[in-house]
């Protein structure tokens, strides 16, 4: 079955560090990859994607995500950790078998990030 | 809109009432989806729609389920005969195209509380 697994329900960190928050996938074809972050009271907002070429993508706010078809994963990360980075970060991914018109996402996981 | 508007925000219902939950999706915007997000878990799919055809209603739960985007625009989820297990945040997303490259904007959701 296609499925993401975020392995990490929390992920601590203290401001100022790097940061990853890690992802894993299980498609058959290739994948499309969304990382989506989710604050209290708000709606999913889109970070970033992988749909072909790069292997490392730029997203929102400093963070990037690498996409690793041989360890099929998709970790996210970013360099220097911010307080207001604290959110509950969910992984995701669409395939051709669905005509990549719905989200699979992760269970996600929840970063926080200390001062 | 500026965004995907979902009202109401919160919905207390009691088992066995009928609920109608509205997605008024940003404009212009062809696809438009419908996701379930239980508590600690990510969003589930539900159904999905190219501009007034639902082409995939494979989430839905069950028959008590019913969703419906008439005029392409504004679609309404509706729950019959709610039951305590449908509590949960439903989200409603668009995008402006039929692929995968345009990633999905997301409401607030309806936070839906079954007693």
């Known amino acids: ?115 | 809109g500026a965004g995907v508007s979902q009202s109401p925000r919160y919905k207390v219902a009691k088992r066995g009432q009928d609920v109608a939950l509205r997605c008024d999706p940003i404009s212009g915007h062809v696809s438009l989806f419908w996701y379930q997000q239980a508590l600690g878990q990510g969003p589930e799919f539900l159904t999905y729609f190219q501009n007034e055809a639902q082409l995939d209603k494979s989430g839905l739960p069950s028959d008590r389920f019913f969703a419906e985007r008439p005029e392409g625009s504004v679609s309404t989820l509706k729950i019959q005969r709610t039951q305590q297990e449908d509590s949960a945040v439903y989200l409603c997303a668009s995008s402006s195209t039929t692929g995968a490259y345009t990633e999905a904007f997301f409401g607030q959701g309806t936070r839906l509380t079954v007693v």
Do not use: M
């Open chain 1, 1 to 115: 079955a296609q499925s993401v697994a975020q392995p990490e329900d929390q992920v601590n960190v203290a401001e100022g560090n790097p940061l990853t928050v890690k992802c894993t996938y299980s498609v058959s074809g290739n994948p499309y990859l969304f990382w989506y972050v989710q604050y209290p009271n708000r709606g999913l907002q889109f970070l970033l994607k992988y749909i072909t070429g790069d292997n490392l993508v730029k997203g929102s706010y400093g963070f990037e995500a690498e996409f690793n078809k041989s360890q099929t994963s998709f970790h996210l990360k970013k360099p220097s950790a911010l307080v207001s980075d604290s959110a509950l970060y969910f992984c995701a991914v669409t395939f051709e078998d669905t005509g990549f018109q719905k989200l699979v996402f992760g269970t996600g996981t929840r970063l926080l990030v200390s001062p």
